[in-house]
Structure formats: C-alpha cells, structure tokens
C-alpha cells in the first residue's frame, strides 16, 4: 500500500493549482512491515485521517463486488481545510485498502502523527451509525498498538451522541459539529502543549478530571469553496473506487475508476427517519459554486480519467439555478456524452422541462425517495405526496432517457403488513431500473430515533444491527408488525421484485443479457440474518 501526504499548503487560486502544487513524499507501507524513505526520517505527520472499513459486517458478502467503494468525502473536506492552515495530512483509507484494525493499528504507530482521527461519515448519512461497526474496533488496535497516541472521532454519529461515544470508545476527543474547526483548534492546543487549553475549542468533547466535558458546536462554515473544498484526492488511492453494480448496467466494466463529489451540504426537509443535519446543527442548504465543481469533474476526469461519477448531495435536484448552471456547464465539455453520473432527487422537485438538460449534463440516472405505497404512511413520514404523481415523474424521468432508482422502507410506523404490501406492489407496477429496499431504522440524529429513546421502542443490540445489510440487522418494530417480520418482509420482497419476470425482462431489453445474468446471480446471495434465525428457533422478542 502506498501512502501520499501533502507538505506544502495549497494555494486558493484554483482547484487545479490546488492539486498542483503538492510537494508530496510517499510512505511505503508493507504489512506487517512498515518503513519510510530514510531522507524524510525527521519528519513528524501532523494529522492522520482514517477512514473505516468493516464492508463484510456491515453488508456481509455483498461487500466483495456488488456494493461501491467510494472516496471518503469529509476525510478529503477535512484535509483540504487543515493543510490550507499549514499543516501536514496523510489519509488512510482503511475500507478502500481493505485493512483489518490491526493493520491501522500498527500502521498508526509506524506513522506516529500528532493527532489521529477516525472519520465516520459514511458514504450517506444513515450509514455514519453503522460503520461505527468498523471505528470501534479501530480505535482499540490504535490505542493498543500505541497507547499514547492522541486520537479523535468525528462523523454524523458523534454529533448525534457525544457523550456515550467518549464514555465507550477508546479515544481521547470527540467532535461535535462538522468536525474541520474543531480539529484545527485541537492541533493548535497541541502546539502549545501543556498550555492548551481545550475549553475553549469549539465542539470538542473531553474526559478531565473523570468528567465528560463538552463545548458548543461552532457554526457551521459558510464558504464551501474557500474552506471545504476538498482538494485532496492526491492523498487518496483512486485506483481502489467503483460504481455500485447498478449505475454501470450495460456496461459493467466500466465501475472503475469512481469518483464521489459533492455540490451541496445539507436538507431544507425534516423527513423523520433522516438523520443527515445531525452534524450540522440546522436544516441549512448550502450550496458551492457550479464553476468550481464542474473545475473538479475536469479534473478528475483528465488526471484520473474518472468518468463514472456519484453526487453525493442529499438533494441534488432542488435549487433550479444551481443545477441549471451545473448541467449548463458540463454540456459544454466536450467528453459529456461519456460520463455517467448518479444523484438523488424527490419527486416533488423533478421539472420535467428541465429532464432533457440533466440528461445532457451526463445525469443517467436519479434516485427518488419514494418510501412507502401507502399514501397515509408516507404523511406521518412527512413525505406527502400523490401515487399518481409518482407514476407520471418516473415515468416522465425514463422518457427522458434517465433510469430511476426507486427508494422504498418497510416498517415505518403507521406500516402494517397490508400497508408494506402496497409498497411493494407500488414497487413492482413502477418497474424502476433499480430499486432499493431498507426497512425502518431509528438512526441516532434522526426525529425518529429521539421518538424510539422517549417511547422505549427497542433498537439494535450493537451499532452493526443499524446496518441493512448486517447479519444482525434489527429494525424498528411498529405497532402491528415485530422488528422480525418487519425483516423477514424487506428481505423477501428484494427477490420478489428482482426475481420478477417482467422486471428481468425490462432489464434484458434494455442492458442486454450481460446484465440481466448479473442480476439472477445476485439474486443467488441470501443474506444471513441472526433476528430471523431466533425467530425461527423461538428465541428472543419478536413482537
């Protein structure tokens, strides 16, 4: 594995001399082993990023090649806003390297950086509190392959419970908020050694004197171009990225090389199972300059020839102005027509009248949230919207040449099995490209999880059961449904709608053979689930 840092702070003048102008030194890492160039031997790392892995508990064997593997977004935010400040920056990407704990461990220990950080973002907003699955481990072999080594933790999680994360895992500091301000006023309080003084570092939380002491958040920052750029892909191994297997049908070959950006930050809407504000404090949208991001994908496709994108917005179709400019802009390069983008959207906030000019910005696909079939379910989800208005987008959307993937949840509370039925007969009529089944969870920041806490609605026994994949997945139960069926129903209307044969069909006339095959053999994999086994055995609660 090879290890790039960055030495020299990047100039603002663009996100291409940013890139530039890296005066980079390699670390050669060989485990077990590890060693470092001898002509840098003095030098001392003054931050360590981590991002976790854990893909085999979090999504069991569909970790090997179904799901993606995608660039750590707020691992590469936070790097570019500490080296601006003068300071040096490795990224260890420990999912995309595929290294178990102890291998971070001792490479943590080899490195020996001032400050160590394990970054729990995830990939979207519900997937910080699982892959608190991987951090938790992680952060033992850091603390048992070096016991001194300073260490925080920072992610949607963290900010959502603070206080348990510093009273059960093995870390020093945790931060509340997004983390960039708070890490850079903890390096600053390391500067000045005993003399720091950590009260007064915002959204640091702490152990002194046997108490857990924590500091507001700060606010949240305002200019994304000039502190969140996040112009650190060169501290990233972009060869180890790719396209989840569904944005690639037809063409499965091309899943590498991969690229996650981002063009906004942030909800506007307070759906009750979202967590994604818990970080932020508010449900702000903050947006960044198309110019700059359309900067990027040029970037990134000419450097690393990245034409497979994912945009990680929350709501990427909203701001008309905004996406207009994006696609205006990225119509006029002349390689468009190769790209490959996914984004979310509502279907509220699809304009058929501007489908045509997503689709020749290189939007091929669009992620809708279309939740529940029941019209009553989905207004106590507060996503209020009309079964024939759904028709009609997705089916407007696939006019226009963008597939769509259909987001469904089972076991949101007002579900019953009838109401569950209907979503996935909803499911089936629509007949989307792809679609992805979750069943309810309470994820910590989430209106939902702060329900389940004050009912005493039973949640997961370990943070993997918050996972959807995980062998010990465990949903909320509703008032008619246990957590059990709840499961068992998500689980098998995931083969009922890609075993269907008017859905197999569609997908052969439109992809080709080639796909349709990769589809029955994913449909092969069953997933193990511990609550259903139980269930079966008549062990534990399956109200």
């Known amino acids: 594995m090879v290890l790039n840092s960055s030495l020299e702070r990047n100039s603002r003048s663009s996100l291409h001399s940013k890139q530039k102008a890296q005066d980079n030194f390699t670390c050669y890492v060989i485990f077990p082993g590890f060693r470092v160039p001898t002509k840098r031997e003095a030098f001392v790392m003054d931050l360590m990023l981590i991002n976790p892995g854990g893909r085999e508990v979090i999504y069991q064997d569909l970790g090997s090649d179904v799901t993606a593997v995608e660039s750590p977004l707020w691992c590469r935010l936070i790097a570019g806003y500490i080296t601006e400040r003068g300071y040096s920056v490795q990224i260890l990407d420990a999912e995309a390297e595929n290294l178990p704990p102890k291998a971070v461990g001792d490479t943590v220990a080899a490195v020996k950086p001032r400050l160590a950080g394990v970054i729990t973002y995830g990939h979207h907003p519900s997937a910080s509190t699982p892959q608190m699955a991987a951090a938790s481990p992680l952060c033992r072999a850091i603390k048992e392959a070096r016991p001194s080594q300073p260490l925080f933790i920072a992610g949607g999680h963290i900010s959502a419970l603070p206080e348990r994360t510093m009273r059960e895992e093995a870390v020093d500091y945790a931060c509340k908020g997004e983390g960039p301000v708070t890490i850079y006023q903890l390096l600053q309080a390391l500067d000045a050694g005993s003399s720091g003084d950590f009260s007064r ?14 500091n507001p958040a700060p606010a949240i920052i305002k200019d994304l171009d000039a502190d969140l750029h996040g112009s650190a892909w060169h501290l990233l191994p972009m060869e180890k990225y790719r396209a989840h297997n569904w944005q690639c049908f037809g063409d499965l070959s091309s899943r590498k090389p991969y690229a996650s950006i981002y063009t906004t930050l ?112 989905r207004d ?86 918050f996972s959807q994949h995980s062998y010990d997945c465990k949903p909320l139960p509703t ?39 990769h589809i029955q053999e994913m449909t092969t994999r069953r997933l193990r689930r511990k609550l259903l086994e139980e269930s079966e055995l008549g062990v534990g609660a399956t109200r």
Request: hydrophobic share 40%; glycine share 6%; charged share 25%.
């Open 201 to 214: 570092i915002e959204g640091l939380v702490w152990r002194e004197e046997g108490d857990i002491r924590q």
């Open 266 to 377: 942030g909800c506007p809407y307070k759906c009750t199972f979202c967590c994604i504000n818990a970080p932020f404090g508010t449900n702000r949208y903050r947006m960044r300059n198309p110019e700059i991001v359309v900067e990027e994908i040029d970037y990134l496709y000419h450097r690393y020839g990245v034409k497979t994108f994912k945009i990680i917005d929350e709501m990427f179709v909203l701001n008309d102005r905004h996406v207009d400019d994006i696609c205006r802009r990225l119509a006029a390069k002349p390689y468009t027509r190769e790209l490959n983008f996914w984004a979310y959207a509502r279907v509220d906030t699809v304009k058929p009248n501007r489908l045509e000019m997503l689709r020749e910005a290189g939007i091929r696909w669009l992620a809708l949230g279309i939740e529940s079939g029941s019209e009553h379910v």
């Open 380 to 465: 106590g989800a507060e996503k209020s919207l009309d079964q024939q208005d759904i028709f009609d987008i997705v089916r407007t959307i696939q006019a226009a040449g963008i597939n769509v993937i259909g987001n469904f949840i089972f076991g949101l509370p007002d579900d019953t099995f009838d109401t569950m039925r209907q979503t996935l007969d909803l499911a089936k009529a629509l007949n989307c490209e792809f679609a992805n089944f979750y069943s309810a969870m309470a994820y910590p920041g989430s209106p939902l999880y702060n329900l389940a806490v004050r009912n005493g609605w039973e949640l997961p026994d370990s943070w993997s059961g």
């Open 479 to 517: 008032e008619q449904v246990s957590s059990a069926n709840v499961l068992r129903f998500r689980d098998t209307a995931f083969h009922e709608y890609f075993e269907n044969p008017d859905y197999l069909n569609m997908v052969r006339s439109k992809f080709g053979d080639q796909t349709m095959r």
